[in-house]
């Protein structure tokens, strides 16, 4: 997705708004944001970092088009109920966090909120 808003050149567009959950932005490279996003990060998600987010949206110079919000304690995949609470896969650490997953629901359904 965020490869896709980056490399989107025109203004036309056929979203309106897109969000995205603990997103890769090693290689993202630095873009125009035209489109409101919402990125939801783990802010201890050792697979996709935060910071690295954070610090792509700066160099994208979009503070008001794109909002981040990171769950404190939370790790990569914090969202899927089926996995236990901390687990390793591979390198890194997945779990679900019952917490941020409420808390990402509530702040995609008022982002997406026609009344926005």
């Not at 490279?29 to 996709?48: E, F, H, I, N, Y």
Request: net charge neutral; hydrophobic share 45%.
């Amino acid at each position: 997705m965020l490869v896709a808003l980056a490399a989107k050149t025109d203004k036309a567009s056929a979203l309106s708004r897109a969000v995205v959950y603990y997103p890769d932005c090693r290689a993202l490279a630095p873009w125009k944001a035209t489109v409101p996003l919402l990125m939801l990060l783990g802010g201890d998600d050792d697979m996709t970092p935060a910071k690295l987010c954070q610090d792509a949206v700066d160099r994208a110079g979009a503070p008001t088009t794109v909002k981040i919000v990171v769950y404190p304690g939370a790790v990569h995949a914090f969202d899927v109920a089926e996995l236990p609470r901390r687990t390793k896969l591979g390198f890194a650490t997945i779990g679900h966090d019952p917490a941020a997953t409420a808390s990402a629901r509530d702040e995609v359904d008022r982002f997406l909120s026609p009344a926005r």
